[in-house]
């Protein structure tokens, strides 16, 4: 048998994951912006891809596991940090994303998944929608931590965000 071409396993597993780690680098994440609300028992209230390019299942699915991987960051930064600020800056990166976090009086967290940083507008847009959040709970008829389904949120949110994010 021919030897010369013989690797040591440690090193095929890391060419290996090398390669694949920069297959999902490459990977488009079409939505520059992805928006969630994320309700105290880490259940979605609100989702918004702000931006898209192309719309590609696999990038979708692929935003929502980067915001879903930076809930436990969050959650550490919620019980470590004094909480005199409920905007907690950039929580976690993923290659070119950056994931914003604010956290609620209630603990809802509001996440974003970007391309830029920008941190005033960051900070200005979770303001924004964080009084527009506050006057939906307020409503008699919303059930808090239940989907929220409302097609005037969902316009709002997003005219904050082009006005905000300058999308």
Not at 8 to 26: F, G, N, T
Not at 43 to 71: C, D, P, R
Not at 104 to 129: P, Q
Request: hydrophobic share 40%.
């Amino acid at each position: 048998s021919n030897f010369s071409s013989y690797r040591p396993i440690k090193d095929v597993i890391y060419a290996h994951e090398r390669s694949e780690s920069r297959e999902i680098a490459k990977m488009p994440v079409d939505c520059a912006c992805l928006f969630v609300i994320v309700g105290k028992n880490d259940n979605v209230i609100y989702q918004a891809e702000l931006t898209v390019a192309q719309k590609k299942e696999n990038a979708t699915h692929l935003s929502q596991f980067i915001i879903h991987s930076a809930l436990d960051a969050v959650e550490d930064l919620v019980w470590k940090k004094d909480m005199n600020s409920m905007y907690l800056k950039t929580v976690d990166r993923f290659t070119t994303s950056y994931i914003s976090a604010f956290v609620t009086a209630g603990y809802m967290k509001f996440m974003l998944l970007h391309d830029r940083k920008d941190e005033d507008g960051i900070k200005n847009f979770f303001l924004e929608v964080y009084e527009l959040y506050l006057k939906v709970i307020l409503n008699p008829f919303y059930t808090i931590n239940t989907p929220i389904t409302s097609t005037s949120f969902d316009d709002k949110v997003k005219a904050i965000a082009k006005k905000k994010l300058d999308l």
